[in-house]
């Protein structure tokens, strides 16, 4: 990981690699811009008057020894029309000037971005915006590529310039947040993008072991384990599997003793070929993502650890392949979950429910304050909303809202649909309770249904991220092509709110 800071220093005197100043449209400049241009003489503005640059969003142009400066590049970097700037564009902004000072073989940089003004947004906020869009902007996956990797990062260290020392102290406190939020979506992708023979139950467990902390317990239940605790929705679904399930419990003690935590429950599908039910074979590799829920999860309680979150979370995994072995389960079979309830299986696809039932029933014994789940459940949802927004379905109307907030101002969002009483009774079964799926017709509805049998009356928000979880062409943010991490902002700032 780069080395951010926060310092205070007039443009033209900061040494180093390159300093980095906004541009924006029409060639207009900002403070430290303008300061600049004065000791640079006619240097700059014959520049501006003469080059292509427009000052377009992203775009990026570097000078080399300019009069009056230290650094050794001044790097214009377009930021586009200022009334169009966003909290989330200034995110993306870094994540592009991050990617593009790697390519120059940048060093050390110093970034006068945060004097740019995103409308109703304070300092904080925006150093906290800047530091993770240059943190995941740099993220890389090639640990499998043995020829032509770079082992290392050109970028070393960054400073986001501030305008004032007064801001200094709490701008801190935001790279502390910022840094805390990266690692815990690193975390979360880098689980994620394993393959499934990498990525197994067990070696999932063993991942949420390295998290133990004096604060954080983990505790990983094996196959014995799980058939003693009666965890027999998980163990149906684990039948066509050679590999033994694994049932990963955390507890987080950060608020006080008695306070009763925020259940985090995440989908660990180390590898879902669909079962007996058997998925297409087009991007059934995609499916080794099936336990993005769970990475989220996971990433989440490293971003409370790193940040000492004074509160109590509590998380449930689940964790299984759905395979197709000689003892797995089929189409018909009536299973008979921990929690009591007996569900009909009619596709063995719809996998994730069933273990899911399993942890929520265990998470509500806990007795949580609310509960929040996090699955790659259902393709109905990629359907609906594409990569823009996760599923959100529940019965917690504070958390919805509260989770609706930290959507809109982390970019990870998330938008409602219904979970109207009509749709229950598509999931009702002539010989069981329930049946694993309630037909074509509002597939995200009716699995959210079916969780909603498993939380009694504790306050609860589903999260569907089967859209969101993963982005195979990559975004400025996520530039791999692979796991997203999406949750993990969500959730860490939701959580900050609450203390
Ligand atoms: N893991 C899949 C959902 C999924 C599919 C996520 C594609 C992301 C992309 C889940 O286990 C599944 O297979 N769901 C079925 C349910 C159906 C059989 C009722 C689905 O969505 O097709
Ligand atoms: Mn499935
Ligand atoms: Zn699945």
Known sequence: ??????????????????????????????????????????????????????????????????????ARRTVFLGAGEEVDLSLHKLRVLAAKLAAKLERNAIC?????????????????????????????????????????????????????????????????????????TALGTIFARDLSNEPGNVCTPEWLGDQAKTLSHEKLKVTVMDKAAIEKAGFTALLAVNQGSAKEPRFIVLEYSGGKKD?????????????????????PAAAMDEMKFDMCGSAAVLGIFKAITEMNLPLNVLG????????????????????TSYQGTTIEVLNTDA???????????????QKPAEIIDFATLTGACVIALGGQATGLLGTGEKVKQGLKESGMHTHDRVWELPLFDEYQKQIDSKIADIKNTG????????????????????????????????????????????ATGAGVRLLVDYLSRKV
Request: glycine residues 10%; contains cysteine; aromatic residues 6%.
């Open 316 to 335: 449930v995994i689940p964790s299984t392949e759905n395979l197709l072995g000689a003892a797995a389960y089929k189409p018909g079979d009536i299973i």
């Open 1 to 70: 990981m780069i080395q951010i800071d926060v310092q205070v220093e007039a443009a033209y005197n900061q040494g180093g690699d390159a300093i980095v100043l906004p541009l924006l449209e029409r060639g207009k400049l900002t403070e430290s811009g303008e300061a600049v241009q004065t000791v640079a003489g006619d240097m700059i503005s014959n520049f501006l008057d003469t080059s292509d640059l427009s000052g377009d969003f992203g775009e990026a142009c570097v000078l080399y020894s300019v009069t009056g400066t230290k």
């Open 439 to 482: 037909g074509r017709e509002a597939g995200t509805i009716t699995a959210a249904c079916f969780l909603s049998r498993f939380v009694g009356d504790v306050p609860w928000a589903h999260l569907d991220i089967a859209g969101t979880a993963w982005n195979m062409k990559g975004t400025d943010i996520s530039p791999v092509g692979g």
């Open 351 to 365: 996998e994730g429910r069933i273990i899911l039932c399993d942890a929520l029933a265990y998470a509500v014994e």
């Open 259 to 279: 306070d009763a935590p925020v259940a985090l429950v995440g989908k660990g599908l180390t590898f879902d070929a669909g079962g007996i039910s058997i998925k």
């Open 108 to 180: 050390t940089a110093s970034l006068y971005l945060a004097e740019l003004n995103v409308k109703g947004i304070s300092l904080v906020d925006k150093v906290q915006a800047i530091a993770e869009g240059l943190y995941l902007g740099l993220y890389k996956f090639d640990k499998y590529q043995t020829k032509n990797k770079k082992n290392k990062h050109a970028l070393q260290s960054v400073s986001i310039m501030l305008p004032s020392v007064d801001h200094l102290a709490v701008a801190k406190e935001a790279l502390v947040k910022a840094k805390a």
